[in-house]
């Protein structure tokens, strides 16, 4: 179910790997934030780009059907780097 999901802006199988592991050191940043606000601005940051980037993935391949996750992600992500810079 998730590797469909993900396949669906048709990236690569072989990318999957690296992407979860992006996603897995942005949140273990976020979570080192609270005890060194620096890593977790810049993990909050990094992950802002990330799904910004989802969303221009959606985007290009017309598929804005399924944009709504990674949309709701951002604006998360968005959320704790203004909480992050404004601590």
């Given at each position: 179910?998730?590797?469909?999901?993900?396949?669906?802006?048709?990236?690569?199988?072989?990318k999957l790997p690296q992407l979860a592991v992006v996603?897995?050191?942005?949140?273990?940043?976020?979570?080192?934030?609270?005890?060194?606000?620096?890593?977790?601005?810049?993990a909050a940051a990094a992950l802002v780009v990330y799904?910004?980037?989802?969303?221009?993935?959606?985007?290009?391949?017309?598929?804005?059907?399924?944009?709504?996750?990674?949309?709701?992600?951002?604006?998360?992500?968005?959320?704790?780097?203004?909480?992050?810079?404004?601590?």
């Open positions: 179910m998730l590797r469909c999901g993900l396949t669906r802006p048709h990236c690569p199988a072989r996603l897995l050191l942005g949140a273990a940043g976020v979570l080192a934030g609270w005890v060194w606000t620096p890593i977790g601005l810049a799904f910004a980037l989802a969303l221009v993935a959606h985007a290009t391949h017309r598929d804005l059907a399924h944009a709504t996750t990674p949309l709701a992600v951002l604006v998360l992500a968005a959320t704790a780097t203004a909480l992050y810079a404004a601590r």
